[in-house]
């Protein structure tokens, strides 16, 4: 079992950078694969990013590629997302996810995703 937290979003310019925190519950944070997610108003939850249980396997959406990164310490059970270049259409709520891997892989498809965090909202200005 593991609960999510996330943090560090807020208001920026559209070009402006932001670091979003996923704070993690729990004895085996090291055993999940992690993902980021978005949701804007009227939009389908999409996936983000996401990364397996050591970092050594990451994904990125075509729209993000680039311009975000996705990363992980175990050590303080925290999962990162540094997003650069912000642009408006990435205003979002965004969500820490994390699912069970025994294969050691990565997951891509919201299903595969088992625990889910609040959500915290970015909103970018042009």
């Known amino acids: 079992q593991v609960q999510l937290v996330e943090s560090g979003g807020g208001l920026v310019q559209a070009g402006d950078s932001l670091r979003l925190f996923c704070t993690a519950s729990g004895r085996t944070f090291s055993r999940y694969a992690m993902g980021w997610f978005r949701q804007a108003p009227g939009k389908e939850r999409e996936l983000v990013a996401s990364?397996?249980?050591?970092?050594?396997?990451?994904y990125y959406g075509d729209s993000v590629k680039g311009r975000f990164t996705i990363s992980r310490d175990n050590f303080k059970n925290t999962m990162y997302l540094q997003m650069n270049s912000l642009k408006p259409e990435g205003t979002a709520v965004y969500y820490c996810?994390?699912?069970?891997?025994?294969?050691?892989?990565?997951?891509?498809?919201?299903?595969?995703?088992?625990?889910w965090g609040q959500g915290t909202q970015v909103t970018v200005s042009s």
């Open positions: 996810a994390a699912g069970d891997t025994p294969s050691g892989g990565i997951y891509t498809q919201r299903g595969d995703f088992d625990y």
């Open positions: 990364i397996n249980w050591n970092g050594g396997l990451t």
